[in-house]
């Protein structure tokens, strides 16, 4: 077994472990245990040890590859490096001992996720990553229905201190049904990207039924920005797929017309039965209704942002007060909800670190989409890289933990690889291809 083999396994020990947060799992459903810790420690030896295998005389490939993605790791440290110094400036500093050992975490991890991709993809291990990654997330999403059936819910367990969500929205293994409607839609990115390996009827019928529990994990999120980015990847799927776009946008558009105006209200009709049938809880209810009332084109449904509204309004007066430079590493969320979050990831950037940042976060993000649009590059490989970028600029929308979340990192290196792999190899020698 060469060390190719063992930079795999302890890569994928790794993934199991914080994927599926098995130490916080165990730890919330067992108690405080001595299990628990050792999972927790497992996850930084496992990570630390493939690292290490790695550096060991590593093929100028590899260097070549990391440089390319240190640029995303320097850009990562220069915007929050800003948030630093605006914090500072404006003698507001009194949060940094929270948030900037969690930042430097998050570019610590971003440091080692880049040199891991590089070595598997020149070692042509990245395909297997792809197949391991579908495999644990479908896990982290099965989890979903099973613990809710089970009537275990970690974010009860997580968060003490607050009220129960009366909702009743189920969280699986990840104790937030907003991260966890996030990676069903992962889970459902992964599923149709996996499409092109079968050919058989059986295994898509059975892809097929694996989409239909993802979908239905999804619906006991009651995730608003879940439900639309999960509609929104599934109609860019068939459109990247479609040999002749310009008739299926017009096959689109007509199902679009027929939507309106005989689905929706069918739904409407079918959803106050199906209420009343199976005795759903009224709040439940609402937060279903408000989904179709995103959806449909009537203006005179009124659409509940779940106070995401009110937090937008004083986040924009907030940053009027300092535009420029921000309010620095942490202050904005404190001062705008108590350390409960802004609920945006792009107001908390331009908060923290100004208009002048963001415009640059901005112009590097939306060129990197640019390049992948218009670069000659497969379908499928379109379609994945693509479909993460765009889910993740959605979930931006209306969460603020993208740039501290490792598990959300992972993919944001990932998809950098991708697109290096498919620039340098030129389709026909490259990894993703074969």
Same mark, same amino acid.
């Given at each position: 077994m060469?060390?190719?083999f063992?930079?795999?396994?302890f890569?994928?020990i790794?993934?199991?472990?914080v994927?599926?947060?098995?130490n916080?799992? =165990?730890?919330l %459903?067992l108690g405080?245990?001595? /299990?628990?810790?050792? $999972? &927790?420690?497992?996850?930084? *030896? !496992?990570?630390l +040890? ?11 490939k590899?260097k070549f590859? =990391?440089?390319k %993605?240190?640029?995303?790791i320097? /850009?990562?440290?220069? $915007? &929050?490096?800003m948030?630093? *110094? !605006?914090?500072? +400036?404006?003698d ?5 001992y929270?948030?900037?050992p969690?930042?430097?975490?998050s ?12 070595y ?30 089970l009537?275990?819910?970690l ?12 909702i ?6 990840f104790?937030?049904a ?17 499409l ?5 009827i059986?295994?898509?019928i059975?892809?097929f039924?694996?989409?239909?529990i993802?979908y ?10 879940g ?16 040999k ?10 007509i199902?679009?017309?027929l ?11 079918f ?11 009224r709040i ?6 408000n ?13 509940d942002f779940s ?7 004083k ?6 007060q300092?535009?420029?430079?921000g ?5 904005f969320?404190?001062?705008i909800?108590?350390?409960?979050g802004?609920h945006?990831?792009?107001l908390q ?17 939306f060129?990197f989409?640019?390049k ?8 499928d490989?379109?379609?994945l ?16 933990d ?9 993919f944001?290196?990932f ?10 190899f030129n ?5 993703f291809?074969k």
């Amino acid at each position: 077994m060469n060390r190719v083999f063992f930079v795999n396994i302890f890569f994928i020990i790794y993934l199991i472990i914080v994927i599926l947060n098995l130490n916080i799992s =165990f730890d919330l %459903i067992l108690g405080k245990s001595s /299990f628990s810790a050792l $999972l &927790y420690y497992s996850s930084i *030896v !496992s990570i630390l +040890i493939s690292f290490l295998i790695s550096i060991y005389k590593p093929a100028l490939k590899i260097k070549f590859f =990391f440089g390319k %993605i240190l640029k995303f790791i320097l /850009f990562f440290f220069i $915007l &929050y490096l800003m948030a630093f *110094v !605006s914090g500072v +400036i404006s003698d507001n500093f009194k949060y940094l001992y929270i948030y900037l050992p969690i930042l430097l975490k998050s570019a610590l991890m971003l440091f080692v996720f880049s040199w891991l991709f590089s070595y598997l993809l020149v070692h042509n291990q990245i395909v297997n990553y792809i197949n391991w990654l579908t495999i644990i997330i479908l896990i982290s999403v099965f989890s979903i229905p099973i613990l809710k059936n089970l009537n275990i819910e970690l974010s009860y367990l997580l968060y003490t201190d607050l009220l129960k969500d009366d909702i009743g929205r189920a969280s699986g293994v990840f104790g937030n049904a907003n991260i966890a409607a996030q990676f069903c839609v992962f889970g459902i990115i992964l599923v149709l990207y996996n499409l092109k390996n079968y050919s058989r009827i059986i295994h898509k019928i059975v892809l097929f039924v694996i989409l239909i529990i993802i979908y239905y994990s999804l619906y006991l999120t009651f995730s608003n920005t879940g439900f639309l980015n999960a509609l929104i990847i599934t109609f860019f799927y068939f459109v990247i797929k479609s040999k002749n776009k310009v008739m299926l946008l017009f096959k689109l558009l007509i199902v679009f017309v027929l939507f309106q105006l005989f689905i929706v209200p069918f739904l409407i009709n079918f959803l106050d039965d199906y209420y009343v049938t199976n005795n759903i809880p009224r709040i439940q209810q609402e937060k279903v209704d408000n989904f179709i009332n995103i959806i449909s084109i009537d203006g005179s449904k009124k659409v509940d942002f779940s106070y995401r509204d009110e937090l937008a309004e004083k986040a924009w007066r907030k940053i009027d007060q300092s535009p420029i430079i921000g309010h620095g590493l942490g202050s904005f969320s404190v001062d705008i909800s108590n350390h409960q979050g802004v609920h945006n990831s792009y107001l908390q950037i331009i908060g923290e670190t100004g208009f002048l940042i963001f415009i640059t976060y901005l112009f590097i993000f939306f060129r990197f989409i640019y390049k992948q649009i218009y670069q000659n590059q497969l379908d499928d490989l379109k379609f994945l890289v693509l479909a993460v970028l765009f889910s993740i600029s959605i979930y931006m929308l209306t969460s603020h933990d993208v740039l501290y979340s490792e598990r959300l990192l992972l993919f944001l290196v990932f998809i950098e690889i991708i697109y290096l792999d498919n620039k340098y190899f030129n389709n026909k020698k490259s990894y993703f291809g074969k």
